[in-house]
């Protein structure tokens, strides 16, 4: 036996208060009544056996509340397995579309390959609530969500061309990321028979951040208890970047002011920080495969939680038993206010 709410139980202490007054209340009734004169005066005004059908209903209504107070309480016997209904996880994608991303030492380039694996990612999710965050100096976020033809839509549609500042901002994305999964959650009134989903953000980028703490990003994360798993794209011997004008049109590659080549490599200092981010935060880093864009371990990791997440649907629950209590204490209340004050006892009188 449990109680579902046992300090309910300390409302049974007023019953001997209840009790207590009930005499203290009957006494003083009495004591009222001899004072008009005795017995032998007051029988022939008194019809019938008040005193005793106020003592009934008083104990029938101490019985009631008393049996009302221990369902409130939540009496919980016996106990079942319970499997809660399939919540997922949730997942944002950070993925990098800095121009440095449309290098091709990843065929046919680290966007279009990151682009054609997410894609196989999203073929395995199910029940998964997604969104998407595209970075460059700036983030742009795409709402949460399990359609995850729109999310193929947005990610087929948009390039690094279209991005409206340049650069990388590793630490606005992770930012950005944290405020879509939380804003997807406010107002949602989980409910009370599911464990909170667990929130997961995918970054993908070749780790050349170029303003922002990325660090501090993180630790924020890790506060609220999302766990980043991060992707480092490229090669380290570094890879020239493809220029092309606005209709897609390819010129030749970045340079810089002295017209020397503009290289991107996913340099040491580069791999350590992401790293860092998924160590603070409790998630893994994952060094792409040659060929790749390490999204295929993210895979792994990711039917990982999703196992776990669906083990932890699995709970015991205690039965509740209160209608068992609350039915008797509601037919006593009833049939204590349907019970007379007194018998009236009527007497024809006989003429003599």
């Known amino acids: 036996m449990s109680w579902a709410n046992p300090d309910a139980l300390w409302l049974l202490a007023l019953i001997p208060v209840a009790i207590a007054a009930l005499g203290w209340h009957s006494a003083r009734r009495r004591r009222a009544t001899e004072s008009f004169g005795n017995d032998a005066t007051l029988e022939p005004l008194i019809a019938g056996r008040a005193r005793w059908w106020r003592t009934t209903r008083a104990v029938l209504a101490l019985l009631g509340i008393s049996l009302a107070i221990v369902a409130f309480a939540g009496p919980q016997y016996g106990s079942r397995t319970r499997v809660l209904r399939k919540r997922g996880i949730d997942i944002v994608i950070a993925l990098d579309f800095s121009k440095s991303m449309l290098a091709k030492d990843v065929h046919p380039s680290r966007i279009k390959r990151a682009k054609a694996e997410l894609d196989v990612l999203l073929n395995d999710l199910d029940g998964d609530r997604v969104g998407l965050v595209a970075f460059a100096g700036d983030a742009m976020a795409f709402p949460m969500t399990v359609d995850y033809s729109a999310i193929r839509l947005f ?55 170029h303003e922002g703490d990325p660090i501090a990003a993180a630790e924020e994360l890790e506060e609220a208890g999302i766990e980043v798993y991060a992707v480092g794209i490229g090669s380290s011997s570094g890879e020239p970047i493809p220029s092309y004008t606005a209709d897609g049109t390819f010129i030749g590659h970045v ?3 002295d017209g020397r080549l503009v290289m991107t490599a996913l340099t040491a200092d580069n791999e350590a920080t992401l790293q860092e ?3 603070i935060t409790g998630g893994q880093y994952v060094r792409a495969e040659e060929g790749t864009v390490g999204v295929r371990q993210i895979r792994r990791e990711l039917a990982k939680l999703q196992a776990s997440e669906q083990k932890a649907r699995r709970v015991t ?36």
């Open 317 to 352: 629950v205690h039965e509740n038993r209160f209608a068992l209590v609350l039915l008797p204490a509601f037919l006593l209340l009833v049939l204590e206010g349907i019970l007379p004050e007194a018998w009236i006892l009527r007497r024809r009188r006989r003429e003599a």
């Open 277 to 279: 981010i998924a160590s």
């Open 255 to 257: 340079k810089d002011a």
């Open 155 to 209: 990610l087929r549609d948009l390039g690094p061309m279209d991005m409206p500042v340049g650069g990388t901002a590793i630490g606005k994305s992770l930012i950005s990321a944290k405020r879509l999964i939380e804003s997807s959650t406010v107002g949602r009134g989980d409910q009370a028979d599911a464990a909170p989903r667990s929130r997961v953000v995918i970054l993908l980028t070749d780790g050349e951040d």
